[in-house]
């Protein structure tokens, strides 16, 4: 990506700040102090057993950096994490209470320090070691563990070794070689977990994945409703615990907890039943029924889930009472819900792992600079096309300078279209690093081109492609049901962004002007989930597939179709629709 004169007028600015600072020495603001962070709205409900639950992770471990609005709501490092999760069982201990540490899955693919190894190095493999030295009771695998399979093999082999049982993977296997040669499909970590809990309360708990199909080969994954008929599940939950923890890297809603959760209450029917899901990346809460909870957690450790239950003795059958929260994660909110101030909040584990993560980020050399961003631009906060649109400057901007460069069809007009789900993250301003990089646009892309296609045809290609869904309603559901199942999730947290800022009338708006952005929750439990309140995000949906600006030629002229070969054989059967003198097809 270039930012050619921005990049010369900042750095214009950034040398008068230094002037003006004299003494030259690093003046980096302390990272509480520099921008606005709203606390928490009232303290957490504690029960007798309480969660603090984590998912989706996907490498955000050095906490969310950008200063624009909201990201300083999630800025707090994995190392200020495990200092929050530190005070908080000793405020357990002194409350004499059970207080466990949960985690459901994704931990690959989001950032560079999961994803900017070097050649050769395995993805997350550097990064999860410092989840490690979070005192987790239960971990499940997500379905970002299995599109590759060497990333499996290493949470196999390196990785659930370490957590010593409690890493869990009901429904997940991997074909490894046997000690004689021949292949075995085993769990990857274990299919189920039994232990007591501090203060004595015995909890059977699973670690399901939903029917995920993207999985690589020689990777395993049994459907939940198959799950529920193997033996081994029987037995596991044929004893009646104080409580079944469910795990997993599934969604609370429409997904298939019901047919776990229903599995185990045809044989206990009054167990509490604890749910703690992951995968779509949105804060979300039901109770399928009144002695059970399901809760989800967000994504890119923005959010800290809290549960709480005030547990009843064995044998009563009345509602338990529930609390859940969804914590920002930022040193505000640690503290606040801690009682320790600045001074007295780091402790030095949680030092030595923001420590560790920068200098993996340094090996990484995610710091490498290949530009400034004057501005924001975002992937749903500002309508396409438009100038704050990170897919407007993709699609006419990036796409088209880049792809001329060193390419001898750069002189011959095109259209170059693109999906708009190969960006992955908004792109705030500021320094471009190679770890932007990776956050924003992690896929390499081929371009492929078709040269000759006439600009009329060409220009009926993209507005076809875009339609396809609204005109062919059954085919679109089922396509988003079958990406549902490959792992692709931005359509239900979009969604759910949408429904957040559709909620909110004008008036609210108005009222919140002082509120600073971020999530609104609305879930099915009782009461206000969100633990500090914000105002939502702007929404505006965006088309699934871009394009670059048309070269203003007579409908006539031919000219190159270029495209990223993941739309292939959409595209060709579309081009094949808008024209018929000539078959395209793959070669
Ligand atoms: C997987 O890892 C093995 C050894 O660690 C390596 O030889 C192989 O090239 C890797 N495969 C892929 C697809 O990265
Ligand atoms: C699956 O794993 C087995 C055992 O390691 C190996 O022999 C086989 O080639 C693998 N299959 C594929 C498709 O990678
Ligand atoms: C998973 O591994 C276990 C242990 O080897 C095996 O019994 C089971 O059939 C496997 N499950 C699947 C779905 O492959
Ligand atoms: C118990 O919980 C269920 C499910 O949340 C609810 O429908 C029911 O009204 C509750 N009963 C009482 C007595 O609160
Ligand atoms: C977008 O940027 C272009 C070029 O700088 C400018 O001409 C145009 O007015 C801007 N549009 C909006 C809506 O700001
Ligand atoms: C263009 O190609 C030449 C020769 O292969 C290479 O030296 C140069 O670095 C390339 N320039 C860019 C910007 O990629
Ligand atoms: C931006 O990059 C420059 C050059 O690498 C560096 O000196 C500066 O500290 C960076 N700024 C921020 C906010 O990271
Ligand atoms: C483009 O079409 C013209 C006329 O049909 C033909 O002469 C030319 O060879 C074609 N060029 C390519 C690259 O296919
Ligand atoms: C917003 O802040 C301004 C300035 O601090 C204050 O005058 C105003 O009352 C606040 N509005 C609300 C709704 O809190
Ligand atoms: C286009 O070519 C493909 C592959 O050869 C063929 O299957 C298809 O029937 C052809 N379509 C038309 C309309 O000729
Ligand atoms: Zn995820
Ligand atoms: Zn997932």
């Not at 801690?338 to 909040?345: A, C, K, P, V």
């Not at 429904?499 to 002007?513: F, L, N």
Request: glycine content about 8%; charged content about 20%; overall charge negative.
């Amino acid at each position: 990506m270039q930012f050619g004169n921005a990049l010369v007028s900042v750095l214009a600015v950034i040398s008068v700040v230094y002037a003006c600072g004299g003494d030259g020495h690093n003046h980096a603001p302390h990272k509480r102090a520099s921008v606005p962070i709203t606390r928490p709205n009232r303290p957490l409900e504690w029960g007798d057993l309480n969660i603090i639950h984590t998912t989706d992770s996907h490498g955000w471990l050095l906490g969310h950096q950008k200063t624009s609005s909201p990201e300083p709501n999630y800025i707090a490092t994995l190392g200020e994490f495990a200092s929050f999760v530190t005070h908080m069982k000793a405020l357990a201990k002194e409350k004499d209470v059970d207080l466990l540490l949960v985690d459901s899955g994704d931990l690959h693919d989001g950032t560079g320090l999961s994803d900017g190894f070097p050649p050769g190095g395995v993805d997350a493999h550097d990064s999860n070691k410092f989840m490690l030295e979070l005192p987790y009771d239960l971990m499940a695998i997500g379905n970002h563990e299995l599109y590759i399979y060497n990333n499996t093999l290493d949470m196999y082999k390196n990785f659930a070794p370490k957590l010593d049982g409690r890493y869990l993977s009901s429904n997940v296997n991997i074909t490894v070689p046997g000690k004689d040669g021949r292949a075995m499909s085993v769990p990857v970590g274990e299919r189920y977990r039994k232990f007591k809990t501090q203060k004595g309360r015995q909890i059977t708990a699973l670690g399901v994945l939903y029917d995920f199909t993207g999985n690589d080969k020689n990777t395993t994954v049994q459907s939940p409703a198959d799950m529920v008929k193997e033996p081994w599940f029987a037995e596991a939950i044929k004893d009646q615990p104080d409580v079944f923890l469910l795990t997993g890297h599934m969604p609370v809603s429409n997904d298939d907890w019901p047919v776990v959760h229903g599995a185990v209450r045809a044989v206990h029917p009054d167990t509490p039943i604890i749910i703690l899901g992951g995968h779509t990346h949105i804060r979300d809460c039901n109770q399928p029924d009144g002695r059970s909870i399901a809760l989800e957690s967000g994504r890119y450790m923005e959010t800290i889930g809290w549960l709480s239950a005030k547990l009843d003795k064995k044998g009563n059958t009345g509602n338990i009472t529930f609390s859940r929260r969804y914590l920002d994660t930022n040193a505000v909110t640690y503290e606040y819900h801690t009682g320790t101030s600045s001074r007295t909040f780091d402790t030095s584990l949680g030092k030595s792992i923001t420590q560790g993560l920068n200098k993996l980020a340094q090996t990484f050399d995610l710091g490498s600079l290949f530009g400034i961003a004057p501005q924001d631009y975002f992937l749903s906060r500002a309508p396409y096309p438009s100038n704050n649109s990170v897919l407007t400057l993709l699609a006419q901007e990036v796409l088209p300078v880049s792809l001329a460069i060193n390419n001898s069809r750069s002189s011959i007009p095109n259209v170059i279209l693109t999906n708009s789900g190969s960006l992955r993250f908004d792109l705030y301003s500021g320094n471009f690093t190679k770890n932007d990089q990776l956050t924003v646009s992690p896929f390499t892309d081929a371009f492929l081109y078709i040269p000759n296609v006439t600009a009329g045809v060409v220009n009926m290609v993209l507005p076809a492609l875009n339609n396809a869904g609204a005109n062919q309603r059954r085919e679109y559901t089922e396509r988003e049901t079958e990406l549902y199942r490959r792992g692709y999730v931005d359509m239900k947290y979009r969604a759910w962004l949408e429904d957040m800022a559709a909620r909110t009338s004008e008036v609210e708006k108005r009222a919140a002007a002082n509120l600073t952005l971020g999530y609104v929750t609305k879930d099915s439990c009782p009461g206000v989930g969100d633990d500090t309140s914000h105002a939502p995000l702007p929404f505006f949906s965006t088309p699934d597939f871009i394009g670059s600006t048309p070269p203003s030629v007579p409908d006539d002229t031919p000219i190159d179709l270029v495209f990223v070969d993941f739309i292939e054989d959409q595209l060709l059967g579309i081009l094949n629709n808008v024209q018929t003198s000539k078959n395209y097809t793959v070669l």
